[in-house]
């Protein structure tokens, strides 16, 4: 299986746009994935398909994909969003995951 | 509802063996691809390893292929770890998730849903 790469970090404000990225060789044949886990509790899925939005997950979570890179969109921060975020993609081997990201509301 | 409930974690010396269980019920668990994922504390996630609905195919990560084994028994609706010469390294929170739909192409190798995880302490 290939590799993703996260930025370990992103910090923002309250009501201001997080921008977390995930890059990988793959992507451009690839979908990714996106999963938001808080202390002790099990992933949660945000994006499938590189930007579709599960039923329950709020509007402000969006997804989309540029060549090697996919992009997690959060907009309009809140206090709840800190979290751990962690991209996702598969091949026809397995599954891979990136090396997730603290998003740390200000 | 779809619920995924593990067990069978615990402290394990070096070397030892433990089989950890999936119990599956709210969906038709022949129907879908199986993945076993863990994450050691304070760390990233890892996946570990996935098998077909049928069983018939099966896929490890490289940290734990020739010592973990991968099984299913849709009868019993539950998903099997056989984990083998253990490593301290293999210390983790094991959680079992529904992955893709049998029937299902490219696009939906996710996983919508996930067990509450069990913990494995390899130590000596």
């Known amino acids: 299986s290939y590799e993703l790469t996260q930025p370990p970090s992103v910090s923002v404000s309250p009501g201001q746009t997080a921008r977390i990225t995930c890059s990988g060789d793959?992507?451009?044949?690839?979908?990714a994935y996106w999963y938001q886990q808080k202390p002790g509790q099990a992933p949660v899925l945000v994006i499938y398909?590189?930007?579709e939005r599960p039923s329950g997950i709020p509007e402000r979570f969006s997804g989309s994909s540029s060549g090697t890179t996919v992009t997690l969109t959060i907009s309009g921060v809140q206090a709840e969003d800190e979290a751990d975020y962690y991209c996702?993609?598969?091949?026809?081997?397995?599954?891979?995951f990136g090396g997730g990201t603290k998003l740390t509301v200000l | 509802q779809v619920q995924l409930v593990e067990s069978g974690g615990g402290l394990v010396k070096p070397g030892g063996s433990l089989r950890l269980s999936c119990a599956a019920s709210?969906?038709?668990?022949?129907?879908?691809?199986m993945s076993w994922i863990r994450q050691a504390p304070g760390k990233g996630l890892e996946w570990v390893s996935y098998?077909?609905?049928?069983?018939?195919?099966?896929y490890y990560a490289d940290s734990v292929k020739g010592r973990f084994t991968i099984s299913r028994d849709n009868a019993k609706n539950s998903l099997y770890l056989q984990m083998n010469s253990l490593r301290a390294e293999d210390t983790a929170v094991y959680y079992c998730?529904?992955?893709?739909?049998?029937?299902?192409?490219?696009?939906?190798?996710?996983?919508?849903?996930w067990g509450q995880g069990t913990l494995v302490t390899v130590s000596s």
């Open positions: 998730a529904r992955d893709k739909p049998a029937a299902a192409g490219t696009g939906a190798e996710y996983f919508q849903h």
């Open positions: 398909k590189d930007s």
């Open positions: 793959a992507l451009p044949k690839q979908y």
């Open positions: 709210g969906f038709t668990f022949s129907d879908y691809y």
């Open positions: 098998i077909s609905s049928s069983g018939s195919t099966i």
């Open positions: 996702q993609s598969a091949d026809s081997s397995g599954r891979v």
